[in-house]
């Protein structure tokens, strides 16, 4: 079966500008959950979805936002880029919150803010 | 306040010895422990799990160890192998379905 696909898979964005990036999970997931790993960092949780409903959120500023749709695919949106935002975006998705197995990541969207 | 540790960015290990990589968590909540495996260019692959009514989970090459008391788990890879050299993430969630929090990854590498 498909896996996690994220789009686009590289992006460059200008200071200032916004950006959104795409999830599919896996189908019959209805769990979404995004994920920045900057170097040094590891994984910081940004939000996590389930039916359309923001379950948890990181702390990140509010110009990170999120949602998900009903087909459980979902979109992140960051606005007023920041140099520092500069990372690899993870979506993982699973069939309700924490199975046992744990999530499904996807190939990552690496965004460059310059 | 990074609640979930992993001290040693890299670790180096000869091909047929023992990779044991470690993880420290500060949250007493945390209950469900998973480790993750990354190569560059892909997205995290689940490796095992452990939840903390047991000490010790075992799958094939890979053990979990979990220390409650010292707060403290371990990953043991026996015999490593060349195609085990990946960036390891361990991870807890508080609830077994509540967020991962992850550590920072330790880059494994493992010598022919």
Partial sequence: ??????????????????????CSPISGHRSVSWYQQTPGQGLQFLFEYFSETQRNKG????????????????????????????????????????????????????LTVV | DQQV?????????????????????????????LWYKKYPAEGPTFLISISSIKDKNEDGRFTVFLNKSAKHLSLHIVPSQPGDSAV?????????????????????SVKP
């Fill in chain 1, 59 to 110: 702390n990140f500023p509010g110009r990170f936002s999120g949602r998900q749709f009903s087909n459980s695919r979902s979109e992140m949106n960051v606005s007023t880029l920041e140099l520092g935002d500069s990372a690899l975006y993870l979506c993982a998705s699973s069939l309700v919150p924490g199975e046992d197995y744990g999530y499904t990541f996807g190939s990552g969207t690496r």
């Fill in chain 2, 5 to 33: 540790k992993q001290n040693s960015p890299s670790l180096s290990v000869q091909e047929g010895r023992i990779s044991i990589l470690n993880c420290d968590y500060t949250n007493s909540m945390f209950d469900y422990f």
């Fill in chain 2, 88 to 108: 390891y993430f361990c991870a807890a969630s508080a609830i077994q379905g509540g967020k991962l929090i992850f550590g920072q990854g330790t880059e494994l």
């Fill in chain 1, 1 to 22: 079966k498909a896996g996690v696909t994220q789009t686009p898979r590289y992006l460059i964005k200008t200071r200032g500008q916004q950006v959104t990036l795409s």
